[in-house]
Nanobody, 126 residues
């Protein structure tokens, strides 16, 4: 699976952005997709993930109630709607596909994802 993240940018605190993760290659609809982020000097952290069937989602506590992950398998795209953005959300955001298709478990460890996009920068000013 080849992934390409887009939609990042500069936004004021309280604003919104929608990230997109476009996929090609192996059957995208068979894979759970996750969003991760990495701020300067910090480790990559889990943000959200969605089951291959879109039947379930998981979120990091820090983004619950503000971010929404969704997918359109017909368009081979996963979205991350980010509302009420905070300066601490500033990071490079990556999308990734689980190493195994049809997984019924949503994983939050980056090591469980084998296919990664190139990342998109999100900067939230105070």
């Amino acid at each position: 699976v080849q992934l390409q993240a887009s939609g990042g940018g500069l936004v004021q605190a309280g604003g919104s952005l929608r990230l997109s993760c476009a996929a090609s290659g192996r059957t995208f609809s068979n894979y759970n997709i996750g969003w991760f982020r990495q701020a300067p000097g910090k480790e990559r952290e889990f943000v959200a993930a969605i089951l291959w069937s879109a039947g379930s989602t998981e979120y990091a506590d820090s983004v619950k109630g503000r971010f929404t992950i969704s997918r359109d398998n017909g368009k081979n795209t996963v979205y991350l709607q980010m509302n009420s953005l905070k300066p601490e959300d500033t990071a490079v955001y990556y999308c990734a596909a689980d190493r195994a298709p049809w997984s019924i478990v949503i994983r939050s460890r980056a090591a469980s994802y084998d296919y990664w996009g190139q990342g998109t920068q999100v900067t939230v000013s105070s």
